[in-house]
């Protein structure tokens, strides 16, 4: 004959935990969890009812919220389980499972049932929303580590369990978006993020285009996008100004890096390591009176440009023409450039206002992909 324990509510709640805990490290044990996980026997009641029998619905009511290594991971979760598990195992009254944290994470994540879908906002939904946020941040921080972390450091620089980091981590190298490093230095990015990154450089032009437009409305003046090919840069898009005197150029057209400020833009933004493979490839070609023909004035000039941001083209690469450009690293590495070509005889008077325009424009633009462009 079974035997009738009775045992004040939290310490019910403590053992059902430990017995989610039990089942989810069941499937995938770790030395530590095999050792401390003791042994419960679901033959003796609980408040005078046999819980041999309950479903997951029934252990999920007592605030077991995940579901992983459980049975009748289909079932689902709701706080009207909660409450009928509750009133089903005579909890007294006021007495609420959501309330207690339980030194672990048992609270902060929950899978809900696709069924479920189109339920109204719930604390799942929430935390789905939670938990992309959180594989987020750590691709950032590995972004910024590209040598690697261990689940450790991602711990401690993400402010989360080490539990929590190790299923984000299990997530994502699932997926190939993370790799592991070494066996000292844990994980950095994937090759995934590649092939992702790799269709930003035909979606940057869609995403550009309505600052572009903008831009012009707000100055009249023409505005081009650019990337890098090689040692050139290439015109990708372009608005035209609104004034019959204007500067215009041919997209898919290449300039050289050292004569068009698109180009010395992008030659700032990159770091010195690429900068120096790229010296060889260099070809100091002058085509105005005006154009750089030496490394070490292009160095300068691109310390200068460091500093402010923009870059400029002063009838460098066409005589009449100026331009101002400011360069945009993009997610997959390839960096872009916004500019502004404009007649001399305009482009003094408005060059102030010009380099507002357009440093405000671009870190805008920069934010909405991610990251600094000043690099």
Sequence with gaps: MAQVVELEPHVVV????????????????????????????????LFGTDVSHCGYDDVRAWGCDRHQGLPHQGLPCSLHARREGRARYGAPSGF??????????????????????????????????????RAAALLRALKAHPDGLTLGELARLLALPRSTVQRIVDALHAENLVIAASLSRGVRLGPALISLGAATRFEIAELARPMLQQITRECGETVDLSLLDGDRVVFVDQVAGVHRLRAESDVGIAFALHSSAPGKAMLAAMTPERLQNLRPTLRFTRLTRNTIVSWATLEQAISAIRETGIATDLEENSLGICAIAAALRLPNGELAAISIPVPTQRFVELRVHLEALLRDHCSRLQQRLGGNRNV
């Design 14 to 45: 403590q053992i059902l935990l430990v017995v989610h805990t039990a089942h989810r490290n069941r499937h995938h044990p770790t030395p530590r969890c095999r050792d401390r996980i003791p042994f419960i026997d679901f033959s003796a009641p």
């Design 96 to 133: 609420d499972a959501d309330d207690i944290h339980a030194g672990t994470e048992a609270h902060v994540e929950e899978n809900i049932s696709a069924e479920h879908n189109d339920a109204p906002t719930t604390r799942a939904d929430r935390s789905g929303v939670q938990v992309i946020a």
